[in-house]
């Protein structure tokens, strides 16, 4: 994957959000849903949300996670702070746990929008120094489509490696979200339909190795709050809430696998 050139085009794609004053299950397999308040949890020795491996098998439904008042400092003139998400625990984990394996997905760069994994060998990781032996990679196919788990040297390491799709504008790769500056990609070019953030929830698939080695692939539905589907996105619609897919497999899986 080729990476942004942030020197010109971050500039640009702060427009994704500073002019806008923001920034698919099937029938028989409902998700579970969870409902943790992202931003509760206190610093310190923890107990876990959930029995370790008790989320394996099972869609899972975060709906509306909202990522818009961790970093108080925020403005469209500077990335924001990473927040980190446990995929094995359903819940948000705060910064001081940066260096450890308790978060498997980190929301970094523009306005949160680019995804990572948890590698602690990688200097260029957010959770570099500690034992997390986590990646990502991101497959141009539908979410039921994805049933193996890739090859494991498909896994990126880096931080804040998908965000933008080249199908749109600033693209940087095969990406997660199609960005439409304009609003005439995806929308009719008026003023609302600008500067719009189209998650590619039916053509393209996250997965990740957690920071434990487990697997988990996942569907980015939405970043707008309460609004699930692209008819209902516009450049003043609220933002940063995500709403996404996912199923965990244990270390070792070939495939994703969903068990009543």
Same mark, same amino acid.
């Given at each position: 994957?080729?990476?942004?050139?942030?020197?010109?085009?971050?500039?640009?794609?702060?427009?994704?959000?500073?002019?806008?004053?923001?920034?698919?299950?099937?029938?028989?397999?409902?998700p579970v849903p969870?409902?943790?308040?992202?931003?509760?949890?206190?610093?310190?020795?923890?107990?876990?949300?959930?029995?370790?491996?008790?989320?394996?098998?099972?869609?899972?439904?975060? #709906?509306?996670? %909202?990522?818009? +008042?961790? =970093?108080?400092?925020?403005?469209?003139?500077?990335?924001? $702070?990473? @927040?980190?998400?446990?995929?094995?625990?359903?819940?948000?984990?705060?910064?001081?746990?940066?260096?450890?394996?308790?978060?498997?997905?980190?929301?970094?760069?523009?306005?949160?929008?680019?995804?990572?994994?948890?590698?602690?060998?990688?200097?260029?990781?957010?959770?570099?120094?500690?034992?997390?032996?986590?990646g990502i990679c991101?497959?141009?196919?539908?979410?039921?489509?994805?049933?193996?788990?890739?090859?494991?040297?498909?896994?990126?390491? #880096?931080?804040? %490696?998908?965000? +933008?799709? =080249?199908?749109?504008?600033?693209?940087?790769?095969?990406? $997660?979200? @199609?960005?439409?500056?304009?609003?005439?990609?995806?929308?009719?070019?008026?003023?609302?339909?600008?500067?719009?953030?189209?998650?590619?929830?039916?053509?393209?698939?996250?997965?990740v190795r957690t920071?434990?080695?487990?697997?988990?692939?996942?569907?980015?539905?939405?970043?707008?709050?309460?609004?699930?589907?692209?008819?209902?996105?516009?450049?003043?619609?609220?933002?940063?809430?995500?709403?996404?897919?996912?199923?965990?497999?244990?270390?070792?899986?070939?495939?994703?696998?969903?068990?009543?």
């Amino acid at each position: 994957m080729k990476k942004m050139n942030y020197n010109w085009k971050y500039n640009f794609l702060i427009a994704f959000f500073a002019f806008t004053g923001i920034a698919g299950c099937s029938e028989e397999d409902d998700p579970v849903p969870v409902t943790d308040d992202p931003h509760t949890e206190e610093p310190g020795p923890e107990e876990p949300d959930h029995e370790e491996g008790d989320l394996f098998y099972q869609l899972i439904r975060i #709906e509306n996670l %909202e990522a818009t +008042t961790n =970093d108080p400092d925020a403005s469209p003139a500077k990335p924001r $702070r990473p @927040l980190f998400f446990s995929l094995e625990d359903s819940t948000w984990r705060e910064d001081i746990y940066r260096q450890s394996n308790k978060w498997d997905l980190a929301f970094g760069h523009i306005y949160n929008s680019f995804l990572s994994g948890n590698n602690g060998d990688d200097e260029g990781n957010y959770g570099h120094g500690a034992n997390g032996i986590g990646g990502i990679c991101i497959l141009a196919q539908n979410f039921d489509d994805v049933t193996a788990i890739p090859p494991q040297e498909q896994f990126m390491t #880096e931080r804040d %490696e998908i965000g +933008t799709d =080249d199908s749109g504008t600033f693209g940087s790769g095969t990406g $997660r979200y @199609l960005y439409d500056f304009g609003g005439d990609i995806m929308g009719d070019g008026s003023y609302e339909k600008s500067h719009v953030a189209y998650a590619l929830q039916d053509t393209r698939t996250v997965i990740v190795r957690t920071a434990k080695g487990n697997f988990a692939k996942i569907k980015m539905i939405s970043c707008y709050k309460d609004a699930f589907t692209p008819e209902e996105w516009f450049r003043n619609t609220p933002h940063m809430y995500f709403t996404f897919e996912y199923v965990l497999v244990p270390a070792g899986s070939t495939e994703f696998e969903i068990r009543s």
